[in-house]
């Protein structure tokens, strides 16, 4: 089955830094690739959608500016958590489907992020 | 009229029984639901998905049954164990664009 990887898994930061985590679609090309953050017992909440060569589009409430996005191939995807803060703390996840109109929609394991 | 709407919350079957699990959207324009299964600490995985033109859709113990008129699907596992319990998300898209997931059920099958 399509494989996607992210990494790191874990990542610990103090308050005021940047954490870069990437997102890598192994055997499939990703037209579009989607950030997810999810709390605690939560559902999946869409932070921003982006397209190979294209800026993403971000949901409503998300900071373009704290979130950075970069689709740079069709096989990567990162998400920069600038000047992190505790409240960044969370689970965030990539996704990425394929070329076909129904391609599925495959996850990476998640990163989870805490800022101290 | 983009919400997916998920039953139960929470859900305890014992082994070797039937889970349950409902969803309903009110987005004619979706065509594409599937089922995802998360762990905790990981990311979700695709179990099984369908289209609107078949009413049901079988792989191994997992079944989906769409009722495209009453706007609802849900998923049927037969024979739970105890390596089921994890937390199932439906979701609808329009072709694989814009996913809503729904709220999640936590499915604890005891042994």
């Known amino acids: 089955g399509a494989v996607v990887s992210q990494h790191p898994s874990r990542v610990i930061c103090k308050s005021g830094t940047s954490v870069k985590i990437e997102c890598r679609s192994l055997d499939f090309q990703a037209t579009t690739m989607f950030w997810y953050r999810q709390f605690p017992k939560q559902s999946l909440m869409l932070m921003a959608t982006?397209?190979?060569?294209?800026?993403?589009?971000?949901e409503q409430g998300v900071e373009k500016d704290k979130f950075l996005i970069n689709h740079a191939s069709l096989t990567l995807s990162t998400l920069t958590v600038t000047s992190a803060h505790p409240e960044d703390s969370s689970f965030y996840i990539c996704?990425?489907?394929?070329?076909?109109?129904?391609?599925?929609?495959?996850f990476g394991n998640g990163t989870r992020l805490t800022v101290t | 009229q983009q919400q997916v709407k998920q039953s139960p919350q929470s859900l305890i079957v014992q082994k070797g029984g039937i889970s349950i699990i409902n969803c309903a959207y009110e987005?004619?324009?979706?065509?594409?639901f599937p089922w995802y299964q998360q762990f905790p600490g990981k990311g979700p995985a695709l179990l099984i998905a369908?289209?609107?033109?078949?009413s049901e859709k079988k792989e191994g113990r997992f079944t989906i049954s769409f009722n495209k008129s009453a706007k609802q699907f849900s998923l049927h596992i037969m024979d739970s164990q105890p390596g089921d319990s994890a937390t199932y998300f439906c979701?609808?898209?329009?072709?694989?664009?814009?996913?809503?997931f729904g709220p999640g059920t936590r499915l604890s099958v005891l042994p």
């Open positions: 369908i289209r609107p033109d078949v």
């Open positions: 996704s990425a489907t394929g070329t076909g109109a129904f391609s599925p929609l495959h």
């Open positions: 987005n004619t324009a979706f065509d594409y």
């Open positions: 979701a609808a898209s329009v072709i694989s664009q814009n996913f809503v």
């Open positions: 982006s397209n190979e060569g294209s800026k993403a589009t971000y």
